[in-house]
C-alpha cells in the first residue's frame, strides 16, 4: 500500500497560482490512477484531476482549463498545478492512489492527509 504526503497549500489571493504536490512512498508507475480530489466545508469530496498510468488526464468541469495534474516517475510524485485560483477554489485538496481501475471507482485506495488550499483577498 502507497503512503502519500500532500504539500503546497497555503493562502493566495483571486488569480494566483499555486502547484500541489503528492509524494508517493514509492513507485507510482505500476499505479493506476492518480487523482487529486478537494473537499470544501459542508460540501461533499469530489474528484477534480486524475491520470491513469498512460499517462492520459482528466478534469472537473469547475477545474478544467486552469488546474493541470502532472506526474514525476523519477521522483514518485504527482503534481497539481492550480491557476487562476477562485474563492471557490478554497478546499482542504487530498491526493489518491488507487492500484486497479475498480479502486479508483470506489474511491479506495491510498489517501493522504490532506492540504489546505485558500483562495481570498
Known amino acids: 500500500q502507497v503512503q502519500l504526503v500532500e504539500s503546497g497549500g497555503g493562502l493566495v489571493q483571486p488569480g494566483e497560482s499555486l502547484r500541489l504536490s503528492c509524494a508517493a512512498s514509492g513507485s507510482i508507475d505500476s499505479i493506476y490512477a492518480m487523482a487529486w480530489n478537494r473537499q470544501a466545508p459542508g460540501k461533499q469530496r469530489e474528484p477534480i484531476a486524475v491520470i491513469t498510468s498512460d499517462g492520459k488526464t482528466n478534469y472537473a468541469d469547475s477545474v478544467k482549463g486552469r488546474f493541470t495534474i502532472s506526474r514525476d516517475k523519477a521522483k514518485n510524485t504527482v503534481y497539481l498545478q492550480m491557476n487562476s485560483l477562485k474563492p471557490e477554489d478554497t478546499a482542504v485538496y487530498y491526493c489518491?492512489?488507487?492500484?486497479?481501475?475498480?479502486?479508483?471507482?470506489?474511491?479506495?485506495?491510498?489517501w493522504g492527509q490532506g492540504t489546505q488550499v485558500t483562495v481570498s483577498s
Open positions: 489518491n492512489a488507487a492500484a486497479r481501475r475498480m479502486d479508483y471507482v470506489a474511491g479506495s485506495g491510498s
